[in-house]
């Protein structure tokens, strides 16, 4: 029997309909590697948020030290103008034994505290005038409101540099 004694017809209705696959989308479901890229993403972003609140938290850790200094330095000058190069001193002391606690500037003073001070930055903070007021802290003359005023603006750019 074989195919001499199969008829055409028999052989087309023993033929089974196509079905198509259902249709694949383009975007959907996404392969490994998508769903690995957007951890990713996510992790990254997740890090970047904690960094911008870390760096935000210091920036106001930051000002209220500097704030915290405008004050005591204003007070300083209303009660007691002769003692504000004293105070800034003593602030600018108590920055550097926080931030640097293994060095030993407690002793430091005149000239020599004001190279220690210009050590800790790139940029020297405390030349001429002003290093000149800093290092005479026990001087008896008076300051010009614009030599304090230097003197200030220094020790302000100096504690957040070093902060």
Do not use: C
Request: proline content about 4%; aromatic content about 14%.
């Amino acid at each position: 029997m074989g195919w001499q004694g199969m008829q055409p017809n028999n052989l087309l209705e023993q033929l089974k309909d196509i079905y198509l696959p259902q249709e694949v989308s383009s975007w959907w479901p996404l392969a490994y590697g998508w769903w690995v890229v957007f951890g990713l993403i996510i992790f990254v972003g997740v890090l970047f948020l904690i960094y911008l609140q870390i760096r935000k938290r210091q920036k106001q850790y930051i000002e209220s030290i500097v704030d915290d200094f405008k004050a005591s330095v204003t007070d300083t000058y209303t009660s007691k103008p002769k003692e504000v190069l004293q105070t800034i001193s003593v602030y600018l002391k108590r920055i550097a034994i926080h931030k640097f606690p293994k060095d030993d500037i407690k002793l430091l003073y005149g000239q020599d505290w004001v190279d220690y001070l210009n050590s800790k930055t790139k940029t020297i903070m405390f030349e001429g005038i002003v290093a000149e007021n800093l290092a005479n802290i026990y001087r008896p003359a008076s300051l010009s409101d614009n030599e304090l005023e230097a003197v200030v603006v220094a020790s302000q750019t100096w504690i957040r540099r070093v902060l």
